[in-house]
Each structure stands twice: as structure tokens, then as C-alpha cells.
């Protein structure tokens, strides 16, 4: 299904610069303003707002990527002038009583991509600057192509990044590396930000759909619930010391095996790939029992799963033995770091 959701007045979505297509379990936002290189404004962020606010409930993942050469140059730089940009309200005044609801407004368009119930992945070409750079942040994996060049670009405005990206940042590059892009406002090329830990993948640029098809792929096999419980349990792990992070795993495996249990058995989680069939008791760790399929029959792939009129599990199998997205494993020849 192809959607571009919004309201009959132009409003929505797709009046603001963004498309949304929806393919069974994945979704592809399209910022779509190529003649400015996606740069970007508050209506777009607040209609990225909107589609994570009415993602079908079949859609596991998401993949957001620029229209044209460019992932995204930041915001629109027109909006800094009198004049403004065409059909957009001003910027918020930051001394204003409203401003940080305002801006809470803009920052949800980012924050919801790290919703568990999603995985969310960046496909970065050309430019992710600033803002651009701040939602591939806001994405759980990025997949680089070998062209693209990353940059916070806000100190250059006399403005901190207010866009929810500078903890991502933290996290993944550590406090000096994130102190020292942000001040200095230097370019990243994508080698750096493998290196950097910024990408899982650098590709050449004809390869970048490709590989991120592939990557998606790999990323639904598994059933949708022990995925949305594992992100949830590995995204709190950086705020835990071990031991309390022992304890939300007990915590974890106990609730989704409840669940797994409460299910019928003649049903099983909507998105886990399985046709229902017999169901048995399994005993787990510390004597924990649950039911689980049988036989695994997994559905025939579709569209951007099959290759070769190979089906989800070959795939699978093919991913961990590095044979299926080959570009986190070399780039040109070459191994990756």
C-alpha cells in the first residue's frame, strides 16, 4: 500500500514534504523536497510527528531516506530571514512563554523512532546535516552511502541541536568525539563515521537501496514480540549498572514468556512470521515453561524479501554467514572495520 497521509485541506504529510509508503511490515518515509536537498522545516517535523502517531499496526520497521542526492541539509535556511519560507509560520520566539511546548512539538517527529515496538534505519546519501544528521541519529541503524557526509551543524547558527540528537551522539561516539563535532562543525565523510561507529554499513551509492532492503529483511525474521522486548531491554542498558541490568533481563524473559503462554495456541503473535500450527511446552532457564510453535512455517517472502525466489529463512541463514547484506562485511573488496 501507498499512502501519503493527510488532511483533504494539504496539510497533512505529503503537503509538507514527506512521503509514507507502506509495504506489509515496513515503512519508507521519503523526505521529498529534492530541489532544496530536503532541507527542512517545522511543518515537516511535525507531519513526521503525525506518521509515527498513525504507523499501521502491521509495521515492524522503518526506513527513512532522503528523495535525490541528498539525505537532508538541515533545516531551510530561509527561515532565518524576514521573508520566511512559503506557507510556513515563523519560528518560534525561544523567549516566548509557548516556545518549549513548540519545540517539544517538533522534537516528537524524532523521538518516536525509537519506539520498541519498531526498527527503525537511516538510508544517508549526499548531505545529513544538522537537522538532516539529528533524524539518521534518531534512527536504531544507519547504512551510509559512500558519498554521504554527516555534520551538527547548529553552533555555525549560534544555536545548540535542539532535535533530540545530541544523547544518540553521546551514546555512540562518547562525550569528547560528540564535544569536538559539535564545536569544531566539521564534515564527517561516511569512512569516519563507520569508524566512528555512525554506520553499521558503508555502500557504494548505487548499492545503497539494496543494502538496506537486505538489512530490513534480515531484521524481520524473527517474531515481532521477542524483537520489541529485546530493543526495549538493550535500550535501557546504558542508564543500568550490571546488576540492575541482570535484573531487567529476568524481568524481560519472564514477562514475554507470560505472554507467550496467555497467547492461544492455535494463534500466535501477530508478525511472527509462523502459520499456526501445533504448539508444545518448552522448559526454559530456571525451569520456566512456555509454548511455542512446533513446526515453524514461515509466510513465503514478498517484494523486497525475496531474492531469487528464495524465502525468509534462507535469507536468514545466509545473514549470519555474512552471504546476504555483504556490505557490513566488505566495501569495494575491502573487510570493514
Do not use: Y
Not at 518549549?100 to 534505519?121: C, K, M, N, T
Not at 562525550?175 to 563535532?181: G, H
Not at 529476568?250 to 492455535?266: F, G, I, K, T
Amino acid at each position: 500500500m501507498t499512502g501519503r497521509p493527510g488532511a483533504p485541506d494539504g496539510t497533512g504529510p505529503a503537503s509538507t514534504g514527506l512521503k509514507l509508503d507502506v509495504d506489509g511490515a515496513v515503512a519508507t518515509v521519503t523526505l521529498h523536497r529534492p530541489e532544496r536537498r530536503n532541507a527542512m522545516t517545522p511543518s515537516m517535523w511535525r507531519g513526521l510527528a503525525t506518521i509515527g502517531d498513525s504507523l499501521p499496526p502491521q509495521v515492524r520497521a522503518v526506513v527513512v531516506r532522503g528523495d535525490g542526492p541528498s539525505f537532508s541539509a538541515g533545516i531551510d535556511l530561509r527561515l532565518f530571514t524576514p521573508d520566511g519560507v512559503p506557507g510556513e509560520d515563523p519560528l518560534a520566539d525561544p523567549l516566548s512563554p509557548g516556545f518549549g511546548e513548540w519545540l517539544a512539538g517538533l522534537q516528537a517527529g524524532f523521538l518516536w523512532l525509537h519506539r520498541p515496538d519498531i526498527v527503525s534505519v537511516a538510508a544517508v546519501r549526499g548531505h545529513a546535516l544538522g537537522a538532516g544528521f539529528q533524524l539518521a541519529l534518531a534512527c536504531d541503524l544507519r547504512v551510509l552511502a559512500d558519498d554521504a557526509v554527516l555534520c551538527m551543524k547548529e553552533p555555525t547558527f549560534g544555536l545548540v541541536p535542539d532535535l533530540a540528537g545530541t544523547k544518540p551522539l553521546v551514546d555512540i561516539v562518547g562525550l569528547p568525539r560528540a564535544i569536538e563535532m559539535c564545536l569544531t562543525t566539521r564534515m564527517v565523510g561516511a569512512a569516519e563515521a563507520r569508524e566512528l561507529r555512525l554506520a553499521e554499513a558503508v555502500v557504494p551509492a548505487a548499492d545503497l537501496d539494496a543494502a538496506v532492503a537486505d538489512l530490513v529483511a534480515a531484521l524481520l525474521t524473527h517474531d515481532a514480540a521477542t524483537v520489541s522486548a529485546t530493543k526495549k531491554l538493550l535500550a535501557g542498558a546504558p542508564g543500568r549498572t550490571l546488576e540492575e541490568q541482570a535484573a531487567a533481563e529476568r524481568a524481560a524473559q519472564a514477562e514475554l514468556q507470560r505472554e507467550r503462554r496467555s497467547a492461544s495456541p492455535r494463534r500466535l503473535p501477530r508478525g511472527s512470521g509462523h502459520r499456526a500450527g501445533p504448539v508444545i511446552l518448552a522448559t526454559g532457564p530456571g525451569g520456566a515453561r512456555a509454548a511455542v510453535p512446533a513446526v515453524p512455517a514461515r509466510r513465503p517472502a514478498r517484494g523486497a524479501f525475496a531474492a531469487g525466489g528464495r524465502a525468509n529463512g534462507p535469507r536468514r541463514e545466509e545473514f549470519a554467514a555474512g552471504r546476504r547484506f555483504p556490505h557490513a562485511c566488505t566495501v569495494r573488496g575491502r573487510a570493514c572495520r
